[in-house]
């Protein structure tokens, strides 16, 4: 039967003899690690290690551990030393080396000792894999915060949409990310964001995108045989659904990271949660827009209305007047309205403003701008127009309008006076093209109407 002795057999600072099984051996080595700090550095652990290591086997100790991503050693040079044991490590196994009474160390003290040894270093296993997830969790904090600041900011969809790739991509550091927006069986793109110029498809069919993940399904990495990999000729990496409200479902899209690490489940998880926050800014971005065109656009007509043209014609003089380009505004008045309205009753005189707005709306070119100006009264803004060009385009409208036939809705014919004004010719500031513009539109209308003056 073994005998046990009190610990202080062994005080701390002083040397543990390597004797037999004795317990006051075991518990010395015990002792001797006691003192190891397990919440320190690595680089402190192994040292104390080397320490407790050097009071047993009272020589030279040499300590390897395969830490990523860079080893670890600490303790003598292992010239003349031998190796004692081996141990369970973080990256694999560690080693034991050591000289003095080492050599001849009992089997129940060298299994002490690696016991020992073991115990430390799966504690530093675990703490740097809960400080990992610590930082990964600051890290997703930290993004969701930068991410919903970013977002809080009601903008519209344009913006919205571009606010969106740029937060999610640098948060991932993708090279490349689109978002796109259901368009009936398809999925249509409506922003692209890549830094090396990578080429996305325009549109994916509704199917394929269904068969990797539908509208409220948590992030997905498509599989190797995806189809969605034939429609994107970028690679994809993984891809977010969005459910954007409404019947209306949104994707994003995101390719290889710029560190080639894969999208881990802690990814997709954060990645679910800026998809969420990114589809209620998209929806809200949506519902501004609507609330602002219901503000700025005529509703009989379909034009802008007189804010939407005062906005409109104040960003493009602004531009005429930096780039010093041409600028023209285009006033038209409907001849004899009041008659029509006074002949067949104002839901007449309503379809006539709607015939005159559809001709204005879809007639000119895609920077053109047409607004109802009041009452009978339309406005064109012709941005990088001088005046001998306008005059040609309100000519061509004049006779369109000229040449509408009478129908069920509207059953007489119609005709329009034009007056034209410019930048930089007519004047310098709006509110002079405007006057300018006015005036000779009077002149058209006091020369017989149905034609076209210059100011």
């Not at 990992?132 to 930290?142: G, I, S």
Request: hydrophobic letters at 45%.
């Amino acid at each position: 039967m073994l005998v046990t002795t009190e610990p202080s057999a062994a005080p701390q600072g002083g040397t543990v003899p390597p004797g037999g099984g004795d317990l006051s051996a075991l518990a010395g080595i015990a002792l001797a690690f006691s003192g190891v700090p397990l919440a320190g550095t690595p680089e402190q652990v192994a040292s104390a290690s080397v320490e407790a290591v050097r009071r047993v086997v009272r020589g030279p100790v040499s300590l390897a551990v395969p830490t990523r991503p860079v080893p670890l050693s600490a303790g003598d040079p292992r010239d003349g030393l031998s190796l004692l044991a081996r141990f369970p490590a973080p990256g694999g196994e560690g080693e034991l080396w050591a000289g003095g009474d080492g050599a001849g160390l009992p089997d129940e003290a060298r299994a002490a000792l690696v016991e020992q040894l073991t115990r430390v270093w799966q504690i530093q296993e675990l703490r740097a894999a809960q400080t990992l997830e610590l930082d990964q969790l600051r890290f997703h904090l930290n993004a969701l915060q930068q991410v919903a600041r970013t977002l809080a900011v009601v903008r519209g969809a344009e913006e919205t949409e571009r606010l969106v790739l740029d937060s999610v991509g640098e948060v991932f550091f993708a090279w490349w990310a689109a978002l796109y927006h259901t368009d009936g069986e398809q999925y249509t793109c409506r922003a692209v964001r890549s830094l090396r110029g990578e080429s996305v498809a325009y549109a994916i069919p509704s199917r394929v995108v269904r068969a990797v993940a539908a509208p409220g399904e948590p992030p997905v990495v498509p599989g190797k045989d995806a189809e969605i990999r034939d429609h994107v000729p970028a690679e994809v990496s993984v891809v977010a659904p969005l459910d954007l409200g409404e019947g209306n479902a949104g994707l994003l899209i995101l390719g290889r990271r710029m560190t080639d690490a894969p999208y881990e489940p802690h990814d997709l998880a954060l990645l679910r949660a800026l998809a969420d926050a990114s589809a209620i800014a998209l929806r809200n971005a949506e519902l501004v827009d609507r609330l602002r065109a219901q503000a700025t656009i005529d509703p009989l007509t379909g034009c802008h209305n007189r804010r939407g043209f005062d906005e409109i014609l104040s960003v493009e003089f602004a531009r005429a007047r930096r780039y010093n380009r041409p600028l023209s505004v285009v006033l038209l008045d409907i001849d004899h309205f009041k008659h029509i309205n006074d002949d067949f009753g104002h839901e007449v005189g309503d379809h006539a403003l709607q015939r005159i707005g559809r001709a204005v709306r879809h007639t000119f070119r895609a920077t053109d701008s047409a607004c109802r100006y009041g009452g009978e009264e339309f406005a064109l803004i012709f941005p990088e127009t001088g005046k001998e060009e306008a005059f040609r385009l309100a000519e061509r409208l004049r006779i369109l309008i000229e040449q509408l036939p009478p129908n069920a809705e509207v059953p007489r014919s119609l005709t329009a006076s034009f007056g034209i004004a410019s930048f930089p010719d007519d004047a310098v500031e709006t509110a002079e093209l405007l006057r300018a513009a006015d005036r000779a539109l009077y002149q058209a209308k006091a020369r017989g109407r149905n034609r076209v003056e210059l100011a």
